[in-house]
């Protein structure tokens, strides 16, 4: 069985310090992992992606994560919030299953930057 | 541009009728899928499309039913077997089969009065 735990549904930071979003996952095998931003009343948009390859993830906007196998995570970065980034964020795993792939969303967590 | 469309962006509906969202795609992806989103939960799979004329229930396809006469359009018809509709409708799509790496579209958010 697969899940995804996002550890906090409400971050708050001030504008120019660092963000970090946590995720947990767990999954039998080797999962894709993913990170997507949804601002109000929007669509979902993809920052970042992990497919076993390098395991610092590089997305859009300066965000960035890490996927560590020994602690089941793949924590979201960025050195310095900006105002843009207040919205709420969802960790996604997938992996291939019997008829296709099976992804699971995180519950999201929230994120609020303050001027 | 490429992208994924939503109509209507905001419906209100009666108790007891049935509504129909739209979902098109320009995107010439093989999969197209349903979620809901509830406040302070993730995304939950109604149905999906892997192709054309073919779909398969997600985790929460009760009171729902979908059709995939082409591969651009994907419509999601919440009836009145649907207890509790009052949600955000998301439609995606995707490459083939590498489901994890979605397309969304803006939304459809639903209240039933």
């Known amino acids: 069985a697969q899940s995804v735990t996002q550890l906090d549904s409400h971050v708050s930071v001030s504008e120019g310090t660092p963000v970090l979003l946590r995720c947990n996952y767990s999954?039998?095998?080797?999962?894709?992992l993913f990170w997507y931003v949804q601002h109000p009343n929007k669509g979902l948009q993809l920052l970042l992606k992990?497919?076993?390859?390098?395991?610092l993830v590089k997305g859009i906007n300066g965000f960035e994560a890490e996927f560590k196998k020994s602690e089941t995570s793949f924590h979201l970065t960025k050195p310095s919030a900006h105002m843009s980034d207040a919205a709420e964020y969802f960790c996604?795993?997938?992996?291939?299953?019997?008829?296709?792939?099976?992804?699971?969303f995180g519950a999201g967590t929230r994120l609020f930057v303050k001027a | 541009d490429g992208g994924i469309t939503q109509s209507p962006k905001y419906l209100f509906r009666k108790e007891g009728q049935n509504v129909t969202l739209s979902c098109e795609q320009n995107?010439?992806?093989?999969?197209m899928y349903w979620y809901r989103q509830d406040p302070g939960q993730g995304l939950r799979l109604i149905y999906y499309?892997?192709?054309?004329?073919?779909?398969q229930k997600g985790d929460i396809a009760e009171g729902y039913s979908v059709s995939r006469e082409k591969k651009e359009s994907f419509p999601l018809t919440v009836t009145s077997a649907q207890k509790n509709p009052t949600a955000f409708y998301l439609c995606?799509?995707?490459?083939?089969?590498?489901?994890?790496?979605?397309?969304f579209g803006e939304g459809s958010r639903l209240t039933v009065l």
């Open positions: 995606a799509s995707s490459i083939g089969q590498k489901a994890g790496e979605l397309f």
């Open positions: 999954s039998s095998y080797s999962p894709s």
């Open positions: 992990y497919t076993s390859a390098a395991t």
């Open positions: 996604v795993v997938s992996r291939w299953n019997t008829g296709g792939f099976k992804t699971i």
């Open positions: 995107l010439n992806h093989d999969a």
């Open positions: 499309s892997q192709i054309v004329n073919d779909f």
